[in-house]
């Protein structure tokens, strides 16, 4: 297959994940976590881990560059004293695939004690994050190829011990032991 035709395939799979979640979207959900949002008179806080925490700190840049207030706490941060710049005027959106990490769950109890409402993005409807949070919005049908960006290595995912991402193999050779 040729490099144009795999990075077209590539963008069709990733055009097909996305409708398959819009399709799949909880419009209740949706509506409380804009109104948690809109309604927000702090900042918007939002945080994660690893490839969660990274997609999270590029919302909050978003957000702050059209005029909302926003900052990213790193959830392992969290955990060791950032978490006292959350006010009750906050709203904490946190993004996480698995929705089990260790550093997230640590920081819960924290933001359910001052009060904050908590918006998670998580692809576990059942995890421990989503059970937590006042606004839940699944990515639970978006398929596990759709979450790869493409690489030009010819590289594929693999099981990385930290999370439910992956680390990359290069023609079958782990580039991690």
Known sequence: MSIF??????LLKEASAISTVA??????????????????QGKVVLTGIG???????????TLASTGTGSI??????GIHGDLGMLCK????????????????????PFIRFI????????????SQLAKASDAVLCTTSMPNWSLWVWC???????????GRSG????EGQELFS
């Open 5 to 10: 035709a795999t990075i077209k395939e590539e």
């Open 152 to 162: 030009p290595l010819r590289a594929r995912p693999l099981l990385w011990p930290g």
């Open 89 to 108: 005027q906050d709203v904490v959106m946190a993004i996480s695939n698995s929705g089990n990490t260790s550093e997230m769950l640590a920081i819960i």
């Open 72 to 77: 990213f706490l790193h959830a392992a941060e």
């Open 167 to 170: 680390h990359c193999a290069i």
């Open 115 to 126: 009060g904050v409402p908590l918006i998670s993005l998580t692809g576990n409807p059942d």
């Open 23 to 40: 399709e799949a979207l909880d419009e209740a959900q949706v509506e409380h976590a804009f109104r948690l949002l809109r309604d927000c």
């Open 51 to 61: 490839k969660a925490g990274i997609i999270a700190r590029k919302i909050s840049a």
